[in-house]
Protein backbone atom coordinates (compact mmCIF):
# COMPACT_ATOMS: atom_id res chain seq x y z
CA UNK A 1 0.00 0.00 0.00
CA UNK A 2 1.14 3.67 -0.98
CA UNK A 3 0.19 6.73 1.17
CA UNK A 4 -2.16 7.70 -1.87
CA UNK A 5 -4.04 4.12 -1.42
CA UNK A 6 -4.04 4.86 2.53
CA UNK A 7 -5.34 8.21 2.30
CA UNK A 8 -7.81 7.09 0.17
CA UNK A 9 -9.12 4.17 2.44
CA UNK A 10 -8.80 6.82 5.37
CA UNK A 11 -11.56 9.14 3.48
CA UNK A 12 -13.42 5.89 3.02
CA UNK A 13 -13.43 5.57 6.87
CA UNK A 14 -14.10 9.00 8.13
CA UNK A 15 -17.05 9.10 5.42
CA UNK A 16 -18.59 5.54 7.11
CA UNK A 17 -17.44 7.41 10.67
CA UNK A 18 -15.50 4.40 11.39
CA UNK A 19 -13.08 6.30 14.37
CA UNK A 20 -15.45 6.64 17.19
CA UNK A 21 -12.52 8.47 19.50
CA UNK A 22 -9.22 9.85 19.70
CA UNK A 23 -7.40 6.44 20.26
CA UNK A 24 -8.88 5.44 17.02
CA UNK A 25 -7.88 8.69 15.40
CA UNK A 26 -4.15 8.10 16.23
CA UNK A 27 -3.76 4.58 15.77
CA UNK A 28 -6.30 3.90 12.72
CA UNK A 29 -5.03 7.86 11.09
CA UNK A 30 -2.04 9.39 12.51
CA UNK A 31 0.25 6.25 12.75
CA UNK A 32 -0.64 5.01 9.68
CA UNK A 33 0.25 8.30 7.70
CA UNK A 34 3.58 8.52 10.37
CA UNK A 35 4.27 5.05 9.11
CA UNK A 36 4.05 5.99 5.29
CA UNK A 37 5.64 9.56 5.86
CA UNK A 38 8.95 7.01 7.03
CA UNK A 39 8.82 8.12 10.55
CA UNK A 40 10.20 4.82 12.75
CA UNK A 41 6.68 4.99 14.69
CA UNK A 42 7.91 1.81 16.70
CA UNK A 43 10.93 3.64 18.01
CA UNK A 44 9.62 5.71 21.19
CA UNK A 45 12.94 8.34 21.30
CA UNK A 46 11.53 9.36 17.67
CA UNK A 47 8.15 9.10 18.31
CA UNK A 48 7.15 9.77 21.30
CA UNK A 49 3.41 8.98 22.57
CA UNK A 50 2.02 10.67 25.05
CA UNK A 51 5.06 12.94 25.48
CA UNK A 52 5.14 14.61 29.24
CA UNK A 53 5.27 18.38 29.58
CA UNK A 54 5.34 20.49 32.70
CA UNK A 55 1.82 20.73 33.58
CA UNK A 56 0.25 18.32 30.88
CA UNK A 57 1.28 16.12 27.80
CA UNK A 58 1.13 16.46 23.99
CA UNK A 59 -0.41 13.14 21.90
CA UNK A 60 3.05 12.62 19.91
CA UNK A 61 6.38 14.52 19.75
CA UNK A 62 8.59 13.53 16.52
CA UNK A 63 12.16 14.03 17.27
CA UNK A 64 15.08 14.20 15.68
CA UNK A 65 17.96 13.89 17.10
CA UNK A 66 16.25 11.27 19.24
CA UNK A 67 14.24 12.63 22.23
CA UNK A 68 14.98 16.22 20.47
CA UNK A 69 11.38 17.20 20.28
CA UNK A 70 10.62 18.88 16.64
CA UNK A 71 6.60 18.67 16.21
CA UNK A 72 4.16 18.34 18.54
CA UNK A 73 0.49 16.62 17.62
CA UNK A 74 -2.14 16.77 19.39
CA UNK A 75 -5.32 14.71 18.76
CA UNK A 76 -8.85 14.81 19.47
CA UNK A 77 -12.19 13.06 18.13
CA UNK A 78 -13.05 13.49 14.57
CA UNK A 79 -14.60 17.11 14.35
CA UNK A 80 -13.92 18.00 18.26
CA UNK A 81 -10.43 19.92 17.33
CA UNK A 82 -12.02 23.69 17.25
CA UNK A 83 -10.37 25.79 20.59
CA UNK A 84 -7.90 23.16 21.07
CA UNK A 85 -4.88 25.25 19.62
CA UNK A 86 -4.36 27.18 22.52
CA UNK A 87 -3.00 24.55 24.97
CA UNK A 88 -0.82 23.30 21.99
CA UNK A 89 0.84 26.63 21.45
CA UNK A 90 1.35 26.86 25.19
CA UNK A 91 3.26 23.41 25.17
CA UNK A 92 5.51 24.27 21.64
CA UNK A 93 5.99 27.97 22.71
CA UNK A 94 7.17 27.54 26.23
CA UNK A 95 9.41 23.97 24.68
CA UNK A 96 10.99 25.69 21.81
CA UNK A 97 9.47 23.20 19.51
CA UNK A 98 9.55 24.71 15.79
CA UNK A 99 6.14 22.94 14.29
CA UNK A 100 2.89 22.05 16.19
CA UNK A 101 0.24 20.13 14.62
CA UNK A 102 -3.46 19.87 15.50
CA UNK A 103 -5.42 17.08 13.98
CA UNK A 104 -8.84 15.41 14.25
CA UNK A 105 -7.77 13.04 11.47
CA UNK A 106 -9.72 14.57 9.31
CA UNK A 107 -8.72 18.48 9.36
CA UNK A 108 -4.92 18.82 10.16
CA UNK A 109 -3.58 21.98 11.31
CA UNK A 110 -0.14 23.35 10.76
CA UNK A 111 1.53 25.95 13.03
CA UNK A 112 4.83 27.80 13.37
CA UNK A 113 4.61 28.61 16.96
CA UNK A 114 7.31 30.86 16.87
CA UNK A 115 6.41 33.27 14.34
CA UNK A 116 4.35 36.62 14.67
CA UNK A 117 0.63 36.88 14.79
CA UNK A 118 -2.43 35.04 16.45
CA UNK A 119 -3.07 31.96 16.60
CA UNK A 120 -4.48 31.75 13.05
CA UNK A 121 -2.09 34.06 12.16
CA UNK A 122 0.20 31.77 12.61
CA UNK A 123 -1.07 28.47 10.96
CA UNK A 124 0.52 28.04 7.74
CA UNK A 125 -1.67 25.23 6.77
CA UNK A 126 -5.18 23.74 6.58
CA UNK A 127 -5.92 20.17 5.36
CA UNK A 128 -9.32 18.91 5.35
CA UNK A 129 -8.65 15.10 4.13
CA UNK A 130 -11.60 15.12 2.83
CA UNK A 131 -12.56 18.17 0.63
CA UNK A 132 -8.80 17.99 -0.65
CA UNK A 133 -7.88 15.96 -3.33
CA UNK A 134 -5.60 12.66 -2.11
CA UNK A 135 -2.50 14.38 -4.30
CA UNK A 136 -2.97 17.41 -2.57
CA UNK A 137 -3.05 16.01 0.80
CA UNK A 138 -0.17 13.80 -0.02
CA UNK A 139 2.06 16.62 -1.38
CA UNK A 140 0.79 18.60 1.92
CA UNK A 141 2.00 15.80 4.19
CA UNK A 142 5.03 14.90 2.85
CA UNK A 143 6.06 18.92 2.68
CA UNK A 144 5.45 19.11 6.34
CA UNK A 145 5.79 16.31 7.86
CA UNK A 146 8.35 13.86 5.64
CA UNK A 147 10.62 11.87 8.11
CA UNK A 148 13.52 12.79 5.53
CA UNK A 149 12.75 16.59 5.36
CA UNK A 150 12.85 16.30 8.96
CA UNK A 151 16.32 14.99 9.04
CA UNK A 152 17.47 17.22 5.97
CA UNK A 153 16.00 20.37 7.57
CA UNK A 154 13.85 21.11 4.28
CA UNK A 155 10.44 20.69 6.27
CA UNK A 156 10.77 23.47 8.65
CA UNK A 157 12.55 26.01 5.97
CA UNK A 158 9.34 25.39 3.41
CA UNK A 159 6.87 25.78 6.47
CA UNK A 160 8.69 28.93 7.23
CA UNK A 161 8.51 30.32 3.39
CA UNK A 162 4.88 29.40 3.06
CA UNK A 163 4.40 30.99 6.35
CA UNK A 164 6.04 34.07 5.27
CA UNK A 165 4.02 34.32 2.10
CA UNK A 166 1.11 34.24 4.09
CA UNK A 167 2.22 36.86 6.02
CA UNK A 168 3.04 39.24 2.86
CA UNK A 169 -0.40 38.61 1.33
CA UNK A 170 -1.67 39.33 4.50
CA UNK A 171 0.19 42.30 4.75
CA UNK A 172 -0.67 43.69 1.16
CA UNK A 173 -4.45 43.38 2.07
CA UNK A 174 -4.32 45.83 4.96
CA UNK A 175 -2.34 48.43 3.15
CA UNK A 176 -4.49 48.23 -0.23
CA UNK A 177 -6.91 50.51 1.08
CA UNK A 178 -4.20 52.61 2.57
CA UNK A 179 -2.51 52.69 -0.76
CA UNK A 180 -5.81 53.51 -2.88
CA UNK A 181 -6.59 56.97 -0.21
CA UNK A 182 -2.96 58.58 -1.17
CA UNK A 183 -3.01 57.74 -4.71
CA UNK A 184 -6.63 59.53 -4.48
CA UNK A 185 -5.51 62.02 -2.34
CA UNK A 186 -2.29 63.01 -4.24
CA UNK A 187 -3.56 62.56 -7.82
CA UNK A 188 -0.62 61.41 -9.13
CA UNK A 189 -0.01 62.77 -13.06
CA UNK A 190 -0.54 59.24 -14.77
CA UNK A 191 -4.31 59.21 -12.87
CA UNK A 192 -4.78 62.47 -13.70
CA UNK A 193 -4.02 62.32 -17.32
CA UNK A 194 -5.47 58.94 -17.31
CA UNK A 195 -8.93 60.56 -16.54
CA UNK A 196 -8.71 63.32 -18.72
CA UNK A 197 -8.14 61.21 -21.68
CA UNK A 198 -11.37 59.07 -20.52
CA UNK A 199 -13.36 62.10 -20.19
CA UNK A 200 -12.40 63.41 -23.51
CA UNK A 201 -13.29 60.53 -25.19
CA UNK A 202 -16.99 60.57 -23.83
CA UNK A 203 -17.92 64.13 -24.47
CA UNK A 204 -15.12 65.29 -26.40
CA UNK A 205 -13.53 67.96 -24.02
CA UNK A 206 -10.59 67.79 -22.28
CA UNK A 207 -10.84 68.93 -19.18
CA UNK A 208 -7.90 71.03 -17.36
CA UNK A 209 -5.84 69.11 -14.74
CA UNK A 210 -7.29 71.81 -12.02
CA UNK A 211 -11.15 70.22 -12.37
CA UNK A 212 -9.97 66.58 -12.43
CA UNK A 213 -7.31 67.02 -9.20
CA UNK A 214 -10.69 68.86 -7.74
CA UNK A 215 -12.65 65.66 -8.91
CA UNK A 216 -10.17 63.25 -7.65
CA UNK A 217 -9.83 65.43 -4.08
CA UNK A 218 -13.64 64.73 -3.55
CA UNK A 219 -13.45 61.38 -4.03
CA UNK A 220 -10.58 60.88 -1.52
CA UNK A 221 -12.81 62.88 1.40
CA UNK A 222 -15.30 60.81 0.86
CA UNK A 223 -13.65 57.71 1.50
CA UNK A 224 -12.24 59.11 4.36
CA UNK A 225 -15.21 60.43 5.86
CA UNK A 226 -16.65 56.60 5.10
CA UNK A 227 -13.54 55.10 6.63
CA UNK A 228 -13.71 57.00 9.60
CA UNK A 229 -17.89 56.43 10.15
CA UNK A 230 -17.02 52.12 9.64
CA UNK A 231 -14.30 52.69 11.91
CA UNK A 232 -16.64 54.37 15.12
CA UNK A 233 -19.41 51.67 13.94
CA UNK A 234 -16.57 48.87 14.58
CA UNK A 235 -16.18 50.31 18.26
CA UNK A 236 -19.56 50.71 19.40
CA UNK A 237 -21.68 47.67 21.10
CA UNK A 238 -23.31 45.42 19.16
CA UNK A 239 -26.65 46.44 20.63
CA UNK A 240 -26.50 50.06 19.76
CA UNK A 241 -28.46 50.98 16.75
CA UNK A 242 -26.47 53.26 14.26
CA UNK A 243 -28.21 54.94 11.55
CA UNK A 244 -26.06 53.94 8.22
CA UNK A 245 -26.17 56.55 5.59
CA UNK A 246 -28.61 55.53 2.48
CA UNK A 247 -25.43 55.23 0.30
CA UNK A 248 -22.45 53.45 1.40
CA UNK A 249 -20.15 53.36 -1.26
CA UNK A 250 -18.10 50.48 0.62
CA UNK A 251 -17.95 47.32 2.29
CA UNK A 252 -15.98 45.52 4.93
CA UNK A 253 -15.02 41.84 5.15
CA UNK A 254 -14.29 42.08 8.67
CA UNK A 255 -15.88 44.16 11.97
CA UNK A 256 -12.47 44.59 12.77
CA UNK A 257 -10.82 48.14 12.77
CA UNK A 258 -7.68 46.53 10.83
CA UNK A 259 -9.86 45.68 8.20
CA UNK A 260 -10.75 49.63 6.44
CA UNK A 261 -13.55 49.46 4.49
CA UNK A 262 -13.29 49.46 0.59
CA UNK A 263 -15.19 51.21 -2.38
CA UNK A 264 -15.50 54.12 -4.46
CA UNK A 265 -17.96 56.50 -6.14
CA UNK A 266 -18.82 57.85 -9.33
CA UNK A 267 -21.02 60.61 -10.46
CA UNK A 268 -22.33 59.95 -6.75
CA UNK A 269 -23.11 56.40 -7.68
CA UNK A 270 -21.54 54.02 -5.02
CA UNK A 271 -19.48 50.78 -5.74
CA UNK A 272 -19.11 49.01 -3.36
CA UNK A 273 -15.63 46.11 -3.64
CA UNK A 274 -13.84 43.37 -1.70
CA UNK A 275 -10.08 45.25 -1.50
CA UNK A 276 -8.32 47.78 -3.21
CA UNK A 277 -6.90 45.41 -6.06
CA UNK A 278 -10.58 44.97 -6.52
CA UNK A 279 -11.45 48.61 -6.79
CA UNK A 280 -9.28 49.13 -9.57
CA UNK A 281 -10.36 45.97 -11.73
CA UNK A 282 -13.70 47.52 -11.80
CA UNK A 283 -12.72 50.79 -12.87
CA UNK A 284 -10.73 49.55 -15.62
CA UNK A 285 -13.70 47.46 -16.40
CA UNK A 286 -16.12 50.56 -16.93
CA UNK A 287 -13.36 52.43 -19.16
CA UNK A 288 -12.87 49.69 -21.10
CA UNK A 289 -17.01 48.56 -21.12
CA UNK A 290 -16.95 52.73 -22.72
CA UNK A 291 -13.50 52.66 -25.17
CA UNK A 292 -12.76 48.67 -26.28
CA UNK A 293 -9.21 50.35 -27.15
CA UNK A 294 -8.81 52.03 -23.78
CA UNK A 295 -6.78 49.21 -22.50
CA UNK A 296 -4.50 48.76 -25.46
CA UNK A 297 -3.69 52.31 -25.82
CA UNK A 298 -3.39 53.15 -21.76
CA UNK A 299 -0.76 50.22 -21.86
CA UNK A 300 1.10 51.84 -24.96
CA UNK A 301 1.30 55.62 -23.30
CA UNK A 302 4.11 57.64 -22.35
CA UNK A 303 3.56 58.73 -18.72
CA UNK A 304 6.95 61.01 -18.37
CA UNK A 305 10.14 59.88 -15.63
CA UNK A 306 8.21 59.57 -12.66
CA UNK A 307 7.87 55.55 -12.15
CA UNK A 308 4.51 54.36 -10.75
CA UNK A 309 2.90 50.78 -10.19
CA UNK A 310 -0.55 51.84 -10.42
CA UNK A 311 -2.97 49.43 -8.33
CA UNK A 312 -5.21 48.16 -11.24
CA UNK A 313 -5.53 44.91 -13.16
CA UNK A 314 -5.71 44.42 -17.08
CA UNK A 315 -9.10 43.21 -17.54
CA UNK A 316 -9.07 39.66 -19.85
CA UNK A 317 -12.47 38.80 -20.84
CA UNK A 318 -13.26 34.89 -20.73
CA UNK A 319 -17.31 33.11 -21.91
CA UNK A 320 -17.89 33.10 -17.65
CA UNK A 321 -17.10 36.66 -17.32
CA UNK A 322 -14.54 39.28 -16.56
CA UNK A 323 -11.55 38.72 -14.73
CA UNK A 324 -8.61 40.90 -13.27
CA UNK A 325 -4.81 39.22 -14.82
CA UNK A 326 -1.18 40.37 -14.64
CA UNK A 327 -0.26 43.56 -12.73
CA UNK A 328 -0.25 46.69 -14.94
CA UNK A 329 3.39 48.41 -14.83
CA UNK A 330 3.51 52.24 -15.93
CA UNK A 331 7.11 53.50 -16.63
Not at 97 to 107: K, N, S, W
Not at 170 to 197: F, G
Amino acid sequence: MSLHQLLSDIQRKLRGGHFANEASVSQGIVLPILHFLAWPVFDTQVVAPEYSLAGGRVDFALCHPQAKSQVFIEVKKVGQSEGADQQLFQYAFHQGVPMAVLTDGQEWHFYLPGEQGNYQERRVYKLDILEREITESEQRLRRYLSYQAWCQGQALKDAREDYQGIAKERQIELTLPRAWERLLAEADEPLVNLLSEQVENLCGFKPNVEIVTEFISRQSSSVVKLTQANLQLTNRSPKTQVNLPKATPVTSRSNSPGNLPIGFAIHGNPYPARSGRDVMCQIFEMLSEKDPTFLDRFAARKHGKKDVILLARVMTFTPNGKTCVNPLHIS
